[in-house]
C-alpha cells in the first residue's frame, strides 16, 4: 500500500527522544527553548520571536487573542480545515467566510474587507500574495507552507502573525502534535508566551496550559535540520508529476516573487472519483484535498470553492516515496 501521507522519521528523532526520556526533564523546558530559537534562525526571525504551543490550533487561538478578535469580525477562507472556524469561536469571534478565488485554493484577497482582522492561509505549499495588501490584520496561516517565501521572505513574517503545525502530516512534526507562533512584534510574542502557561504567577491574568513538550521539541530540532532535504525531495516528486503533463495547483509563472512548497499534489481533473477508485485498486491511497461537504459557510457564497472540492484529487507526495512509486501512480493516472 502506497498512503497519501507519511511522516519521516530517523534514528535522529529516536536518540533525541530517548535523550530526552533518559533525562528525566520532560516538560517544557531548554529543548522547547532551542527549538524557539532554531525555528526563528530558519525563518529569519531574531531569537525570541517563537512561542512553540500543543497544536497549529492552539497558535490561531492566541493570534487571535492577542490581537484582540473578541466581538470582532474576522474573516477566513470557507475552502480550508475547520481548526480556523473552532479558534474564530473559541475566541468570541464573528465569522466571516470568504470565497476562494477562481481555481485557486487561497483566499480571495479582493473580498476581504478592511479594517478587520483576517486569517490567511497558504494553502498546500502556495503563498497568498500579500505583499502589497494593507488595511487589514493579518494572521499568516503557514500550517502547510513551512519553507515558503514571499519576495524572499518567509511566510509568517509579512502580517501581523503567523502560526505554524507540526501535525504528524504536517511538513515536518514534533512527534503528532505540535504548533508555533511567530511575529515580528515582540509585545505579540510576550503576550502569547504569557498566556501559555499558568503557574507561578501571582497575577490574576487569563492564562491557559498550551505547552510543548521537551520531548516534543526534541523530535522537532531534529526535523527542523532535515526540512531543507525533505523539501527538495518534494520538489523533485511534483516536478516529475508535472512533467507528465499532470495539471498541478500551483503559482501563477508570472508570480516569479512568490517561492511555494510542495506539501500537496493537487491535481484539477473532472473526474476525481474515477482517479481514486482506479489507483485504489493498485494499491495506492489518493483523496479529495477539501470534500464540498468540509466547506465552512454557506455554499451558495463559495462557487469557486465548491468547484475546487469537486475538480480536484490529492496525490501521494512526501519524502520517503520512492521514484518507482512515483512512477506507477503517474501511469496508473495517465491510463485512468
Ligand atoms: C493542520 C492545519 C491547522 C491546524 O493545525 P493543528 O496543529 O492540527 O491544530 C490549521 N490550518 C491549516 C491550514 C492546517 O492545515
Known sequence: MIPHNKSTMGAEEESAALRVLRSGQLSQGPEVEAFEN?????????????????????????ALWTLGAEKRKVSFPGYVCSALRHAVNMVG??????????????????????????????????PADISNFMDTQIIEDCAQALGAKINGISVGLHGEAGIFSFYATKLVTTGGQGGMFVSKKKDLVDAVRDYREFD??????????????????????????????????REEIFQKYKKAGLELLDVKPSDTHLSPVR?????????????????ESVGVKTIVPTEDWELLGERDLLPNALRLSRETVSLPIYPSLSDEEVEIIISKVLRK
Open 93 to 126: 469571534g464573528f465569522e466571516d467566510i470568504v470565497d476562494v478565488a477562481e481555481g485557486s485554493p487561497i483566499v480571495d484577497l479582493k473580498k476581504i474587507e478592511k479594517n478587520q482582522i483576517s486569517i490567511v492561509p497558504h494553502m498546500y505549499g502556495i
Open 38 to 62: 532554531e525555528f526563528c534562525r530558519f525563518v529569519g526571525l531574531p531569537s525570541g520571536h517563537a512561542v512553540a504551543l500543543s497544536s497549529g490550533t492552539a497558535a490561531l487561538f492566541l
Open 200 to 233: 507561578y504567577r501571582r497575577d490574576a491574568k487569563k492564562r491557559f496550559n498550551f505547552q510543548m513538550t521537551d520531548l516534543q521539541a526534541a523530535i522537532g530540532r531534529e526535523q527542523l535540520k532535515k526540512l531543507p532535504r525533505f523539501l527538495s525531495r
Open 263 to 279: 506539501y500537496r499534489a493537487v491535481m484539477k481533473t473532472n473526474g476525481p472519483r474515477k482517479i481514486i477508485d482506479s489507483l
